[in-house]
């Protein structure tokens, strides 16, 4: 019988790290009877006997698979008894997983009991001996159910060997007889097995991407085309795994995670994929034979600028920590189609241009034109009667199409590809008929226009009715549109809700989303016509809430006009928690009036607001801070009231931040040194591993080897330095970094003013003692919020300082300023690695956590720092001796506060302060604002009262620096004890204590 390629299994060597030379025997060949076997395809000549089985009518047959084991069959070989129903191609899938398994089959024979079959194989180990150990026999057992149980995905024997290169794929079941099978057939045997990733195949695809997508000749095209091309060849291996993921969630119906966030700062997607693959060596070979350099080409790709700050940048590595680590998980979010605005600075001023980051497509996402959902807004609720029941029916005056674009998530060291799908808006599909038959088309585009506007901008300007309109769309447009999809996707398997919360997990990463609560209450009792007592019940066990707000100020609210207009059956379903709300608590807590009144979800006054955090706090079954001591900000300060209430409801757990983004791919020299000496690459999955460095701080060698990597990562930034902004500057010099959104309670303000103070002093100093100066580079970077005038006035006093300073021949190398310019994930991956010293210097209890300082904690950067937000935390994993802390305590604040003008300031803060004022700087008008919330009482963030103790610990970074041994051991530390602030911990913890969601491991 000729051999036939397995419709429905393929074996490949998938890993590039397992080589043709494993030790993988391949199976003896064996003869083949001319006995009729249905239509099984043999993959191999072999002895088998293929014999009918009588089954008396009386007799019971299993209706599941069996494997049973006997050594004593024969003398020399293990015999293995394997039934299973019969289906095309199985008897090659099993002959293949003992194939790759590294085992020989001497002898084989079939029996057929109805639909089923019975074979059995005697099999030997590589060195022709019988299989006695039992774990070795467990594992071989384990391989071969996982290959014939019945079910898409993929089936894994990685577990029975060392490698994690063997991959079995095994497609849908195929039609049972006729044309459609022999087509199955057909196209299953075209697409055997997985993309290969040697670098001669990586060429073939890149080329062929050159050709046919990006449609330019492949003896002819340039860096960035490379990059298109490979990008598209990086993405359909991805595209495998994320298939393979998919169907293996689906067959195994786990309970799912939803991630619902307005932001996503992804970055750059290139080397983050290859890396994560398992593939970036073998993509810089085929690049480098086709003249081409990795690291250039990977410079090609743009920012996907699709947040703002640390909250979105958190997504982001959350994702990548839940696939990781192999939770089924979904991100929702939108495509904004211009994000974050780019910073563009125009003789020291921030100006905000369109960031058109789309403009050259983004070879990463897969437009789903077949995934789309109508999204309703304005119009009327009515009632009507329905199997005698009144209902209400929201009867939509505009309709909004949501177009999901779907982002593959890949997970390091397995197989789990998870999804990220951002929602983009486009016009309805149904037409405004009585425009088009008026002859009114101008009016009839402009509404298609205005539809698309929904997902253009990330955060528009909300100072207007207009902006607060928009943005409002925005959030009910991305959350109608996820949880459409979350339930279709629970319709598909089940046909109860009352088992949607064993499936469902819904996340709302902070109040953005929180429109999601009364949707599926709508959902739940206007379209799936459930009670209102079991819809509350199900709510209010599937959404969990984190929230990184500090200030009760800064929660989100809804003017209830503009509620009520766009979305008139919402303020309803809103209204009408809030009123049962309100009747429950009246009995826990009386008639408190004033605290009735803080913890309503309808705020009254002149203008009547919803309070979306209270509303997140009511539904929402865990309400989580994102380091300790936001968590007791949240307890004693912004939810004082509801802690009270619902103490259990309270939690937190610190962010964190992935370190295969921040060391893997940002800082390569320092991960590979990081391996040497641990001797091992598992601390890129288990980050609490770094804390063996310790044992080697004061280790010469590592000291001299850390060293030198940092030396490599300074002068590439300082080369970065120069092309950016002209300003030459020395890699011996301590690079100073203070890197993040611009704002009164960060204190760039602080940081400009000790620059300042530095500047004067190396200016009246005697030469002769300048020598003694550390030479330092300072480095911010950041946006300021376009209608933040005062965080605008802190950047253009930084450019006007800098211009001062960098051309003062007096001062020379000692001191240099520099402004980076549209500050984004790219250029922190440039800064992090080359970072000496980094300030975190925002007023304590300002900071909900920080995460800024543990990528460059991870990368062995040390940290001057108040304590506030995560920096708590590190000092306990560090040690006090290595770091510098400065700032008044939390505790201290309010009475620092109380005080006002009568808070006495250092006389080098009113120095500094005063040559702002009188213009030693120029633009004398310009900063009077500015110095005018230091002075008079007005310094509500403390920069006059810290200012001392910040110069204090400024001081001790000097000293610290001078001994090169103390300073690199400090260094290493810092890495050494960054592991708690891994994301993978985060997330973790999130799954066990909040989320009740389980790892779900797509075998290989």
């Known amino acids: 019988m000729s051999a036939i390629a397995s419709p429905l299994l393929t074996v490949g060597l998938y890993h590039s790290k397992l080589s043709s030379s494993a030790s993988i025997p391949f199976l003896s060949t064996l003869s083949t009877s001319s006995t009729p076997c249905s239509s099984l395809s043999l993959l191999c000549n072999s002895s088998i006997r293929i014999k009918p089985l009588r089954v008396s009518s009386g007799e019971a047959i299993s209706e599941s698979s069996t494997i049973s084991i006997d050594n004593g069959e024969s003398s020399d ?99 049972k007889s006729g044309e459609g099978r022999a087509k199955a057939e057909r196209m299953f045997g075209l697409m055997d097995g997985f993309l290969k990733n040697d670098p001669v195949s990586l060429q073939k695809d890149i080329l062929d991407h050159v050709e046919y997508t990006v449609a330019r000749s492949r003896f002819n095209f340039d860096d960035f085309e490379a990059y298109q091309a490979l990008s598209h060849s990086v993405r359909d291996r991805l595209i495998e795994r994320w298939h393979d993921t998919q169907q293996y969630f689906k067959r195994k119906d ?40 990795f690291e250039v080409v990977a410079e090609q790709e743009g920012d996907a600028a699709l947040g703002n700050g640390g909250l979105a940048r958190l997504s982001a590595c959350q994702m990548d920590s839940l696939a990781t680590l192999d939770f089924p998980a979904i991100g929702y979010g939108l495509r904004y189609q211009y994000g974050l605005f780019r910073q563009v600075i125009l003789d020291g001023f921030q100006h905000e241009q369109p960031d058109y980051w789309l403009n050259f497509g983004n070879p990463w996402e897969i437009e789903r034109v077949h995934v789309s959902y109508a999204v309703k807004f304005y119009g009327t609720v009515e009632e009507e009667f329905l199997n005698g029941e009144k209902c209400k029916v929201w009867v939509p005056g505009e309709m909004v199409e949501a177009v999901a674009y779907d982002n593959p998530i890949p997970g390091y060291g397995t197989r789990n590809t998870i999804n990220l799908r951002l929602w983009a808006a486009k016009p309805s599909g149904q037409y405004d008929m009585e425009s088009y038959n008026t002859g009114d088309y101008i009016n009839e585009v402009i509404n298609r226009q205005r539809a698309e506007t929904i ?196 939690q937190y757990k610190t962010n964190g931040v992935t370190q295969r983004r921040w060391i893997v791919v940002s800082n390569p020299s320092l991960c590979a040194l990081i391996s040497k000496w641990l001797g091992t690459e598992a601390w890129i999955r288990d980050a609490d591993l770094l804390t063996g460095l310790r044992e080697y701080a004061a280790d010469a060698i590592l000291q001299q080897e850390w060293k030198m990597v ?88 930084c450019h006007a300082v800098a211009e001062k300073i960098n051309n003062d021949s007096d001062v020379g190398d000692l001191l240099k300023l520099v402004f980076f310019p549209d500050y984004n994930v790219s250029v922190a991956e440039l800064v992090i690695p080359g970072s000496d010293l980094s300030q975190h210097i925002s007023t304590a209890g300002h900071e909900a956590s920080g995460t800024g300082s543990m990528k460059l904690l991870m990368n062995g950067c040390l940290l001057l720092a108040t304590a506030d937000g995560s920096t708590v935390e590190i000092i306990e994993e560090i040690g006090e001796d290595n770091m510098f802390l400065f700032g008044a305590k939390l505790h201290e604040v309010s009475a620092l506060r109380d005080k006002g003008p009568a808070t006495k300031v250092p006389l080098q803060f009113a120095r500094v302060v005063r040559m702002v004022r009188e213009g030693y700087f120029g633009f004398k008008d310009y900063f009077k604002s500015l110095c005018d919330t230091l002075e008079g009482g007005g310094d509500f963030y403390l920069l006059g009262n810290d200012f001392g103790s910040y110069l204090e610990a400024q001081a001790a970074a000097d000293k610290a620096f001078v001994d090169e041994e103390k300073w690199t051991q400090m260094s290493i530390l810092c890495t050494a004890s960054s592991g708690r602030f891994s994301s993978d911990r985060t997330i973790e913890e999130y799954a066990e204590k909040t989320w009740g969601i389980e790892p779900c491991k797509c075998p290989f």
């Not at 590439?716 to 890197?739: C, H, N, P, T, W």
């Open 455 to 650: 997902s253009t901008v990330l955060y528009p300007d909300d100072r207007s009715y207009q902006g607060k309109e928009l943005r409002l769309k925005q959030q009910y447009f991305f959350v109608s549109a996820s949880l459409q999809d979350i339930i279709r996707r629970f319709k598909e398997a089940h046909n109860n809700f009352d088992d949607f919360p064993e499936k469902v997990a819904l996340q709302l990463n902070d109040t953005h989303p929180s429109l999601a609560i009364a949707e599926v209450m709508r959902v739940l009792v206007d379209e799936e016509r459930l009670g209102w007592n079991r819809a509350w019940d199900i709510v209010c066990t599937i959404f969990s809430f984190t929230t990184h707000t500090v200030l009760p100020e800064g929660l989100e609210k809804i003017p209830v006009d503009l509620l009520g207009s766009l979305l008139p059956r919402h303020l309803q379903i809103i209204y009408e928690i809030n009123s049962i709300f309100m009747d429950e608590l009246k009995k826990r807590i009386g008639l408190d009036y004033n605290r009735l009144s803080r913890m309503s979800i309808v705020e009254e006054g002149a203008i009547k607001n919803i309070r979306m955090a209270n509303l997140s706090l009511v539904c929402c079954h865990t309400v989580n801070g994102v380091s300790r001591v936001h968590s007791e900000l949240l307890k004693t300060r912004v939810f004082k009231d509801f802690y009270e209430l619902w103490p259990q409801k309270f």
């Open 77 to 175: 070989s293990t015999a293995f008894f394997i039934r299973a129903r019969n289906k095309i191609g199985l008897l090659q899938i099993i002959t293949r997983v003992f194939k790759v398994l590294g085992l020989q089959i001497e002898k084989a024979s079939v029996e057929f009991e109805g639909d089923f079959f019975v074979k059995k194989f005697f099999v030997t180990d590589s060195h022709g001996r019988k299989i006695e150990h039992k774990e070795s026999l467990d594992r071989i057992e384990k391989a071969l159910m996982e290959a014939i149980d019945d079910g898409d995905g993929a089936v894994s024997v990685a577990s029975a060997v060392p490698s994690r290169g063997i991959v079995v794929r095994r497609a849908g079941l195929l039609p």
């Open 254 to 293: 786990p309970k799912r995670l939803y991630f619902l966030s307005l932001e996503f700062l992804m970055g750059r997607s290139l080397s983050n994929s290859v890396i994560n693959l398992g593939i970036r060596d073998q993509c810089a070979d085929a690049l480098n034979q086709l003249g081409f350099e």
């Open 710 to 797: 940092r030396k490599v990562n300074k002068m590439r930034l300082a080369e970065y330095i120069e092309a950016m902004s002209g300003v030459k500057v020395s890699a011996d010099a301590m690079f100073d970094v203070q890197i993040k959104r611009i704002h009164e309670y960060k204190r760039q303000l602080l940081n400009l003013l000790g620059i300042i103070h530095r500047y004067d002093c190396i200016k009246n100093m005697e030469k002769s003692n300048r020598r003694k100066v550390v030479p330092r580079v300072c480095i911010i970077g950041g946006k300021a919020a376009p209608g933040y005038e005062i965080a605008k006035k802190i950047i253009k006093l």
